[in-house]
Structure formats: structure tokens, C-alpha cells
């Protein structure tokens, strides 16, 4: 076979490029093998493996301006003008790196290649070479690195996969990813991890105090981490050093963190080296700090080749499927600094440990990983592809996973499954998992994301949240364990139990949950690797701080996912030692403190069990201390109480304990009668001469950039609004709708937490009605009868993304909080050209600079306002001219004022009333096509606390595509039906 690899840039250090290079090397020796670099960047390449391969480089930037590397009649300022031009082959926003000039070789090299198998290694390429790939060779796509942490980057692997052959990845949580996310448009699927590099590789001698990293220099390899741990470290082992090999941008910052730790003679910042198997034989100990983006990390297959232990953050993807804990490694929590200088400390201190888990790292990475069996697998699948590449079906069914995969969400976005943390499942609890599907009724219970999930589209989130709760005190009650219910302060529960019942707990958990497809993640396990387990296995784990069970849950679509997120912890609180007796909890050189780990050491108080850190077990009240775990109260949640400290039920300084609303305006721009009306009412508005709205404008034929008939398009969004209302504030009290006598079909009107509210039963002025202005409904929302003093005022294209408290939009006080946005309010005056919103925005400002002498800059950004009813009044009384002008307009126009999302916020903070406040939030405009790709990054990463999805007026899209891709990404954000829906019939 003839079999080229396609690499963005051969020449330099990087996993990806090693990893390329060492498997067409092991091909090479029965194939006809090249790598094509898309630039060359070096003289020579930085692996020695590249010199020993056929490479073929395209562009040549070693040079200025770059140009091609065949021979070509470009130009110098042809050369010049491609270079500068972004690459239409490639969105800059998934790789900066390529332009034109790139793309006119890339097409030039691969529109003519000459191969069987063409494989690419990046997302970007992929993206690139099934698009210009001759139709008859086979595409086999190689994912170096976990996808479901890619973000922007791994967009183009979800959009272009289906037109691959085959995807394979280094490890089987990746493949399950994308297994779930492109469903029936994924094209074969394969795992095949790296393989060590052939070859004489020196050996450590086991005796040596030096800890070897081999890392790039950037914030994602958090060497940082490893810096800090050993600084805490160094005092108590002086003999040993720490190297890191590797350079990068972060290097300085480094250098000044070292320097700050007085380590200058112990901790060394090498460089690169081009020869590591060298330094690892000179190594007792390896680190690896790599954040999640590292999927099959080749320098742990090198450390432990050489037979050094690692110490490794168990991160999502790579060294669970390398490092066996405590056989020739730990893993320990990422991003845990503290207890990485514990898995340090032990393996530098315990000198047995370190010379078996050096043994066996030797001889169990070439069992699992040896050349021999990885180049079998990629020969397998590269013969067999070949064989079929000439039979019509491969065509037909990579047709079919194109036409899929655009009816799944349209041209620039795919519905993806949520990925988690969780650590994957050993052999034997895969096995035991294997039995607990099997005894489930069909469909009831599925694989998730590598685990078992029960399947069922009814549960909202903070449901799930007291389902654990539930099930997890019934499993320590079945046994008459004690336990008391903490507040955190968040969506999830805590309960406390002593430490010297903690053997009890966990063996009433193992014992109440067993067959049961429920897991605990264990918190600070001291003998057990970090991670997740099946609850029933918690019998004999050894010691932990806590444990956090949750019953994994997804929905049919696969979209949703409720996980460890909604964990009840059951946290080990441990009774300090009193202060005349021996603390042999300290830690060496700190008497008289209580240490309790990961958090600081705190005065001897005997009466005061304190709970193993304070996030999550530390209460909003308490910190990291409690009088006693005696329950002295109860505290209810959902329909039951639970035993509590006395002092939980107190009210805090900043609870949140008043009623608080939420209200919607909307309109179905299909309702004939409704539009009926409008034309009506522009008709008039138009003929007598007194519209002074935009659309009025519009229709006289004035120029004007907004029609406004993108403000009232409805795409079913308050639907999912009001899902994502129920899902993430659960806490809101009533729900009151404000219509033009509409209501949607699917809504339950007789839901007691929903007010329908018709205009006619709110504006105090009907002669003001028909009215198609939002600004002049907004000004009577406080006439709402039966109303809150305290609200959220939603549009329905205003999103909830992630859970909420009522203290995201108030403080304890009452005072709203409010959200400027990074949009400027421009200095100029009205005029005909500005947006509603602007007009209205400027016009309030010219109120508050003559009432307070204050310039409003900006505005705030489009998420639930937080209102008081009380505000509102005074506001309507004392602008009672310029808002009553505003209710009487019954088309949007330059002289109106915006009450609730701008005066009332600006008008509360100069009176003392409002606070400026913080929020993640983001805005895709859905007839941008670019902008279509955000909303598969909010579904991915679901980190917003608030989204809006809004419409550019001017948009060359169809609606047709517009309203596809938010039908799809709204059904799968949130697939589960709020309260407020009617349930289907049947």
C-alpha cells in the first residue's frame, strides 16, 4: 500500500508530529509510506525520526515572503499577497496558521495524490483534505488529541467526519464521544493507542533523585503545578532535583515562580531535547500536569519504557489508559497541587514502591503498547478499507452521512453529547457493569460516555439533585449511620457523617445500591485510584474524605446528561484532637493545629468536627467548622426533611429569602388575526402621517435598517426558555405570561405556577392597544396583578445555560444586580438609522444626565433583567410624560424610552437601588452562518450561565436554514419539557 500522512508543520515539537512519525516508520518497513508537511519551518526537522522518512513539504517558511516548495513561477509579491490572504479551506478560527498560498498547494498536492490511504492528523486538515482528496482514496482521520475538550479547534471534525472512511482515536472515551455526537453520520469508528518507539532505549537504574518532566512551556502543561509541589517538598528531600525539559512562552514567568521558591539550584528549565531517552535513563521519577487536552501522551509511554514511575493528573483522556495506579504509577486528582506533592512525597520517601512501580512500568508498556501489535492494527484496517474502496456502497453510504448530518442541525453546527470527567471503567467493573445492563428492562438503562446511564427524558436537574439526595440517606439509614444535611450554598446536596462511621457508610452504600447502575467518585482516595466507581464496589475502598454519589441519567437524544454534577457528597468529618492529647494528624514541625487536608491547619477546638476541605463540604455558614454533627433541626428538600445542625436553619446575611417572579412577553407572528391587526395598524399609522416608528417609516418607503419583523418571529424559543427556566431556577415562584390574547397550544394554562396575561388586562390606557411595541408593553409589566416585588424579566430568546440561585440576579438585601455589556451606547444624538433598542437607549440617557448630571456609555447585555416592582411605579410617576409616550406608540420609533432594560437599571444604581454584577454570557445572532458553530460550542460545553439567540435584520440566510439549526441545538440543550407544557396525547 501506498499511504501518506498529512502534517500542518513536520518540523516541529509536538506528541502529534512523534506520534505521525513513529508509526510511518514501523509502516514504512512493508509499505510505501511519506509524510506530507504543509510548511516547513526548520532547516531540519526537530525529530530525528522525520530525517529517517520520506518527507514532502509544501510551503516553505524558512523563507520571507513564504512561497511554494515545488517549482513555481510565483512571484515575490504574488508569494506576498497569497500569504496575507486567510485560508478559504480552513476557518481561521479553527487554525490561524493556514492562508491562501497554503491552500492553493494543499489543493495542488492532494486534488493529484497518488496514494491508497490518505491520513490526517488535525481536525483542520480533515476539514481540508476531504474536500480536494481524489474520490478513490481511502481517508482515515487520526485524533491526537481528546475531541470533547477541543472546543473551536474540533469543530470541523464534527462537521466533516461523515465524508471520512474511517476515524480512529487513542483512546475509547474519545471514540464513545463521538460515537454518541454524530450518531448515524460517524464513519467507522476505531481505537488504536501509540505505540513506544522502537529501538535501544537506556534504562534507569531505580536509584537516581532526579524528577524528569518533558513538557512545552504553555499554561495547558501546567508545569506551574509541578514547580509548586515540589517547592513544598524540597525542604524534607533535599537530595532530590526536578528537570524540565521542553520550551515555551511560559518559560520566564517560570523562571520568576523559581526564583520566588528560592529553588534556583534545584528546580532546572532545560530547554528541548532532541534526545530524551537519554535523560529519562538518568531518572527516578516523572511528572506529567497536562491539563484535559492530552489524549495518549507519548512521553508517559517514554518515562515508563525507561522505568521511571510517573505521578499523573488523572485527567479525562491518556493517563488512566497508561499509568496503572500504584503498579507503576499514582494518579491523583487534577489540578490538585496539593495532592500532587502528596503522590510526590510518597513515591520520593518510599524508595520499595518506587523501584516496583519501575519495574513493572518496564515490563507492562511493551506488553500493552509494543510496535509490533499497534502496527498490526493500523495494517488491518488500512488493507481492509482498501479492499472495499471500489464497492458502491462506500459511496452511497457516505452520501447518506452527509445528508444526515446536515438535517441534523444544518450547515455549520452538530448536536453533540456532553462529555464528563469521570474516570473510565476498569476491566472487571466494565464486566460487573456488563451484568447490571443486561438485568435492566430494555432501553430502560444504556451506555453513556462509558458509563451506565438510565434513559429517560422526565428529570430536570434539580430533581436529580434531591433523587440523590434521597437515595443516597436511605442507603445510611438502611444501616443507622448518622448524618446531618450541610448547606453549600449550591444545586447539589451534602451530607455529613463522622469519620469514625465512615467504614459503616460506605458499607451501607455498597450494600443499599448494589445492582443498581448508581457510582460514587471518590474524593481524596488514599489507596484506590482517583475517579469514579460502581457505588456497590464502596465496601473495602480503603480510605477516602468523602464520596459523592450520583445516579448517571441520560435523555434519548443523548444530549443531556445528569452526572456527577448533581452528586450527593457524603463527606468524612474528622473530630480534632484535643489539645492536651497527642495530634498525630499533624503534619511534622506544626504542634498544636488540627491538620485537616486540603485545607489550612486550624487552632485545636475538640468540639468542632471540621470537614475534610471547604469546597465543596465547607458551608456557606460554617466555613470549614461546625459546634457538633448533632441534629438539632431539620431542613426539607423536595418533599421530605432532613436532619440538620441547628444553626443551617438560621437566615445568613445574603440569603435570598423573598419571593421572586419571573415574566415573559411574547408574540406568535403567525396568528393570522394578529397580523391582521398589525397591517392594520401600520396602515393607519402610515395614512394619517402619525407612525413614527421604524416600520412606519418602512412602509412610506423611508430608508430605514430595521423593518422589526425579525423582533416578533417566532420560532417556538419561548418553549425552550421556559425549559431552560425550570431546569436551572427551580427557584422562581410564578411564571406570568404577557400575549396579545395568544397562547401557545402546547402550553398547560392551567399549570398553578403560570399567568396567562392579556394586554387588554394590563394597560391602564386600552385606547394604547393594538400596540406591536415592546418598549410600550414593557412600561405596564409592574401593573401585573399579583406580581412580586422582585422579578426576572425574560424575552423569549433569552436562555438560562447552567443552574442558577436567586443570588445570580439579587443580593440578600433585595438590591437587583444588573450586567453591563462590553456594546457602547454611542455619544451622538438620535437619529432615523439607530436600532429601537439604541434610540431608546439614548433617550433615557439624556434623562439621567439631566436629572443627575451622569452619562450612561453602555448597555447591558440581553439576559433575564432583575426588576423591582417598586422601581418600576416610581419610574412610570416621575418620567410619567416621556413613558407614557412610549405606551402610546404602538409601532417601536426614535422617540421612545426602554424601561426595563436599561432606564431601570441605570435609574437604581444613582439611587442606591442596584449593584453592577458579573455574568457568563453569550450571544449567537443566527443569521450570521458563522455565528451557526457557537451554538455547537455552548451545547459542548454548557459553561454560560445565560445565552441569547438573536436575528440580524439584514441576514442572507433562509429561514429555513436559520430555523433548522435553532430547532436543533434548542431540542438538544434542552430535551427535557418543563412543567409548563401540556403533556402529549397518547
Not at 511554494?68 to 496558521?97: K, M
Not at 491562501?100 to 494543499?106: G, H, K, N, T, Y
Not at 445516579?551 to 452526572?563: A, D, E, I, N
Amino acid at each position: 500500500m501506498k499511504i501518506t500522512y498529512l502534517l500542518g508543520w513536520g518540523d516541529e515539537m509536538g506528541g502529534t508530529e512523534l506520534a505521525t512519525y513513529t508509526q510511518a516508520l514501523h509502516l514504512a518497513e512493508r509499505h510505501d509510506v511519506e509524510v506530507v508537511s504543509v510548511f516547513r519551518t526548520r532547516p531540519e526537522p526537530f525529530f530525528p525520526e522525520a530525517r529517517q522518512v520520506r518527507v514532502r513539504h509544501l510551503v516553505d517558511r524558512t523563507v520571507t515572503p513564504e512561497r511554494p516548495v515545488r517549482a513555481s513561477g510565483l512571484d515575490e509579491a504574488a508569494c506576498r499577497t497569497l500569504a496575507a490572504l486567510p485560508s478559504e479551506l480552513i476557518d481561521p478560527a479553527w487554525e490561524s496558521a493556514f492562508d491562501r498560498l497554503s491552500d492553493v498547494e494543499l489543493t495542488a498536492a492532494l486534488g493529484t495524490l497518488d496514494a491508497d490511504v490518505l491520513v490526517t492528523t488535525t481536525p483542520a486538515l480533515l476539514a481540508a483534505a476531504v474536500g480536494v482528496v481524489p474520490a478513490r482514496v481511502v481517508t482515515v482521520h487520526q485524533e491526537h488529541r481528546p475531541t470533547q475538550r477541543r472546543g473551536r479547534s474540533g469543530e470541523p471534525l464534527l462537521l466533516h467526519a461523515p465524508r471520512l472512511d474511517a476515524l480512529v482515536t487513542l483512546t475509547g472515551r474519545t471514540r464513545d464521544w463521538i460515537a454518541e455526537s454524530l450518531g448515524a453520520t460517524a464513519p467507522e469508528l476505531a481505537v488504536i493507542p501509540n505505540a513506544v518507539p522502537d529501538g535501544f532505549r537506556p534504562r534507569a537504574d531505580g536509584e537516581s533523585k532526579v524528577i524528569v518532566m518533558a513538557a512545552r512551556l504553555t499554561g495547558e502543561k501546567r508545569v506551574d503545578h509541578a514547580v509548586r509541589a515540589f517547592a513544598q517538598l524540597a525542604d524534607a528531600h533535599p537530595e532530590w532535583t526536578l528537570r524540565v525539559f521542553g520550551g515555551g512562552h511560559r518559560e520566564q514567568s517560570l523562571r520568576r515562580l523559581v526564583d520566588g521558591f528560592g529553588l534556583q539550584d534545584r528546580v532546572e528549565l532545560l530547554g528541548p531535547c532532541q534526545d530524551m531517552a537519554a535523560e529519562w535513563a538518568k531518572a527516578g521519577l516523572s511528572l506529567m500536569t497536562a491539563g484535559h487536552n492530552e489524549a495518549f501522551p507519548l512521553v508517559l509511554l517514554e518515562a515508563l519504557a525507561a522505568g521511571v514511575p510517573v505521578v499523573a493528573y488523572d485527567v479525562l483522556t491518556g493517563p488512566a489508559e497508561i499509568v496503572r495506579h500504584r503498579v507503576d504509577g499514582l494518579l491523583v486528582p487534577p489540578g490538585d497541587v496539593g495532592e500532587l506533592a502528596h503522590a510526590m512525597d510518597e513515591m520520593m520517601t518510599d524508595d520499595a514502591l518506587r523501584r516496583s512501580c519501575a519495574r513493572a512500568a518496564r515490563e507492562g508498556v511493551y506488553e500493552r503498547f509494543s510496535s509490533a501489535g499497534v502496527t498490526a492494527l493500523w495494517e488491518e484496517l488500512y488493507t481492509r478499507l482498501v479492499a472495499g474502496r471500489d464497492r458502491p456502497e462506500r459511496a452511497a453510504a457516505r452520501a447518506d452521512r452527509v445528508a444526515l448530518g446536515v438535517a441534523a442541525g444544518g450547515c455549520g453546527f452538530r448536536p453533540t453529547a456532553p462529555h464528563t470527567f469521570d474516570a473510565a471503567a476498569s476491566a472487571d467493573e466494565k464486566a460487573r457493569e456488563d451484568e447490571i445492563l443486561a438485568a435492566a428492562p430494555d432501553g430502560g438503562v444504556v451506555r453513556s460516555v462509558g458509563r451506565l446511564a438510565e434513559c429517560r427524558d422526565d428529570v430536570l436537574a434539580p430533581r436529580m439533585a434531591d433523587w440523590n439526595l434521597e437515595l443516597t440517606a436511605a442507603a445510611l439509614e438502611s444501616r443507622q449511620v448518622p448524618y446531618v444535611l450541610v448547606r453549600t450554598g449550591g444545586s447539589a446536596h451534602t451530607l455529613a457523617v463522622d469519620e469514625d462511621d465512615r467504614d459503616r457508610a460506605l458499607k451501607a452504600l455498597a450494600e443499599s445500591l448494589h445492582g443498581q447502575p448508581v457510582y460514587a467518585e471518590l474524593v481524596r482516595p488514599r489507596d484506590a485510584a482517583p475517579g469514579a466507581v460502581l457505588a456497590e464496589r464502596l465496601d473495602g475502598i480503603g480510605e477516602v474524605a468523602g464520596v459523592k454519589v450520583f445516579k448517571p441519567v441520560t435523555t434519548t437524544t443523548l444530549s443531556l446528561r445528569h452526572g456527577v454534577q448533581q452528586a450527593c457528597t457524603v463527606a468524612f468529618w474528622t473530630r480534632p484532637t484535643a489539645p492536651d492529647a497527642p495530634d498525630t494528624a499533624n503534619s511534622p514541625g506544626t504542634p498544636g493545629t488540627t491538620n485537616t487536608p486540603g485545607t489550612a491547619n486550624t487552632p485545636d477546638t475538640p468540639d468542632t468536627p471540621a470537614p475534610t476541605r471547604r469546597a465543596p463540604f465547607g458551608s456557606t455558614l460554617a466555613g470549614a467548622e461546625l459546634p457538633s454533627l448533632a441534629p438539632a433541626a431539620e431542613l426539607r428538600v423536595g418533599t421530605r426533611a432532613y436532619p440538620t445542625p441547628g444553626v443551617f436553619t438560621e437566615v445568613l446575611m445574603n440569603d435570598v429569602d423573598f419571593p421572586v417572579d419571573a415574566v415573559y412577553t411574547w408574540v406568535d407572528d403567525t396568528d393570522p388575526d394578529w397580523r391582521a391587526a398589525r397591517a392594520a395598524a401600520l396602515a393607519e399609522a402610515t395614512g394619517t402621517g402619525t407612525g413614527t416608528g421604524t416600520e412606519a417609516d418602512a412602509a412610506s418607503g423611508a430608508s430605514s435598517p430595521d423593518t422589526g419583523t425579525v423582533r416578533f418571529r417566532n420560532r417556538d424559543e419561548l418553549r425552550y426558555s421556559l425549559r431552560s427556566l425550570a431546569m436551572y431556577a427551580p427557584w422562581v415562584r410564578h411564571v406570568y405570561l404577557v400575549t396579545a390574547g395568544q397562547v401557545p397550544d402546547w402550553l398547560d394554562r392551567d399549570h398553578p405556577g403560570l399567568t396567562v396575561v392579556d394586554h387588554r388586562d394590563l394597560f391602564a390606557d386600552p385606547a394604547a392597544l393594538p400596540t406591536f411595541n415592546s418598549h410600550a408593553i414593557e412600561t405596564q409589566l409592574h401593573r401585573v396583578e399579583g406580581l412580586a416585588e422582585h422579578f426576572l424579566y425574560f424575552n423569549d430568546d433569552m436562555f438560562l445555560g447552567r443552574p442558577t440561585t436567586p443570588g445570580t440576579f439579587f443580593l440578600g438585601s433585595g438590591l437587583p444586580k444588573f450586567f453591563w455589556s462590553s456594546m457602547p451606547v454611542p455619544p451622538l444624538p438620535v437619529s432615523a438609522a439607530d436600532e429601537g433598542y439604541l434610540a431608546a437607549a439614548k433617550n433615557n440617557r439624556e434623562l439621567l444626565r439631566r436629572d443627575f448630571g451622569r452619562t450612561a456609555t453602555h448597555c447591558f447585555y440581553h439576559v433575564p433583567y432583575a426588576l423591582r416592582r417598586s422601581i418600576l411605579a416610581e419610574l412610570t410617576e416621575r418620567y410619567a410624560d416621556e413613558l407614557t409616550a412610549t405606551s402610546r406608540a404602538r409601532f417601536r420609533g426614535n422617540a421612545d424610552h426602554s424601561l426595563v432594560s436599561s432606564l431601570h437599571q441605570h435609574y437604581a444604581y444613582l439611587t442606591g437601588r442596584a449593584v453592577p454584577a458579573g455574568l457568563s454570557y453569550d450571544f449567537v445572532d443566527i443569521g450570521r452562518r458563522a455565528d451557526h458553530a457557537r451554538l455547537g460550542q455552548l451545547l459542548q460545553s454548557r459553561n454560560k450561565t445565560a445565552f441569547c439567540i438573536g436575528e440580524s435584520p439584514d441576514s442572507g440566510m433562509s429561514d429555513q436554514e436559520m430555523s433548522l439549526a435553532v430547532r436543533s441545538f434548542l431540542t438538544a440543550y434542552f430535551p427535557v419539557r418543563s412543567p409548563y407544557e401540556r403533556t402529549p396525547a397518547g
